[in-house]
């Protein structure tokens, strides 16, 4: 079988590949990726010796290269997309062209194709909850343009499943971390900034609320849908691990044996949702998939990894680490 990986040099496309090729050698894999902000070659150092492997540059947008693309292979796992809410709301533009034109893009062609695609999508699409925790059916209420992209580009894929008969299945899941993840995110950019002993900026009071899952675990459950998923339907998927941030900066903290007197709160971000939460009953009732990583343990190795991988990350541009992207 052959895969069309969508954005495979960021953080859970890469995570993804490497897992694929490690433990699945039934699939040939092709990935394209436009190489933007968040793409990073090293992360797929360790694929050169696999022979079922091909790179191409290239956008989603880019109608005719992503028809033959998608034309020679079975299955398009779409990962493509603007990602981080902060430069969302610094500029929208690229989340609209990538997260909804690109989508568009792929949604015109299966239509004519009949490929099936796996569109990995966010929790974020449902915006802040309370004290419940979302499944595949609740209301779409995002508070960021990142995550009004998400949305937006769901109720495309479900209009064309209707419409058009399209196959199409949709995995959405709550926050991810380990090895890989761009440094602007919250525990990367811990980790970083207090391997050097500098502050480490919290936004507002830090106790905003996100259920974290290790990127593996999130993994496994996308090759759980791609394998046994049903047509037409979405799943969610979550680790039960809902942790607020100052909690998770303490606890990098004091695993690297860093003070706490390096936390530096900061700005809150504007319209920063207080809690994200997904159940995820369908995908471990239906699938029989769970997590097996313990956050804890998931800390260590995240850690471990980039304290190990100095190379991986020293060159980055210091803007990645600003204490307030949104406003750069």
């Known amino acids: ?51 079922n492997y091909k790179f191409v540059h290239g956008n989603i947008t880019d109608y005719n290269l992503m ?20 430069r969302s709301i610094f500029d929208a533009n690229p989340f609209v062209e990538s997260n909804i034109r690109g989508v568009f893009t792929i949604l015109e062609i299966l239509r004519k194709t009949k490929k099936r695609l796996l569109h990995i999508s966010t929790d974020e699409i ?15 209420n ?13 109720l495309l894929i479900n209009s064309f499943v209707t419409t058009y008969d399209c196959d199409c299945i949709i995995t959405r899941c ?11 995110k919250l525990i990367p950019k811990t980790i970083i900034l207090a391997s050097q002993g500098k502050k480490i900026p919290i ?43 100052l909690t998770i900066t303490k606890k990098i903290l004091s695993i690297m044996e860093k003070p706490i007197d390096l936390v530096s709160f900061v700005d809150d971000r504007p319209g920063h949702d207080f809690r994200y939460s997904l159940n995820s009953s369908k995908i471990r009732n239906y699938l029989g998939w769970s997590e097996k990583t313990r956050f804890d343990d998931g800390l ?7 304290l190990s991988h100095l190379n991986w990350w020293k ?11 949104w406003k750069v």
């Open 1 to 51: 079988m052959k895969l069309l990986v969508t954005g495979g040099l960021g953080f859970i496309g890469s995570n993804f590949i490497l897992n694929i090729l490690k433990n699945h050698n039934n699939f040939d894999i092709v990935n394209i990726d436009a190489e933007f902000y968040g793409a990073n070659f090293k992360n797929l150092d360790e694929i050169k010796k696999y022979e």
């Open 67 to 86: 028809s033959k693309l998608i034309t020679d292979c079975d299955i398009v796992v779409n990962f493509a997309a603007e990602s981080f809410v902060d």
């Open 126 to 140: 449902f915006g802040s909850l309370k004290s419940e925790s979302a499944d595949e059916n609740y209301r779409f």
């Open 142 to 154: 995002p508070s960021n343009p990142y995550a009004a992209t998400k949305a937006s580009a769901e």
């Open 174 to 184: 709550t926050n991810n971390y380990g090895p890989r993840q761009f440094p602007e």
């Open 203 to 245: 936004y507002g009071n830090g106790k905003n609320i996100r259920d974290w899952i290790f990127v593996d675990d999130h993994c496994q459950a996308i090759i759980k849908v791609l394998l046994d998923g049903k047509s037409g339907e979405s799943y969610n998927v979550s680790a039960n691990n809902e942790v607020n941030n």
């Open 300 to 306: 260590e190795i995240t850690i471990k990894w980039y």
């Open 315 to 325: 060159n980055l541009s210091k803007k990645i680490l600003n204490p307030t992207p």
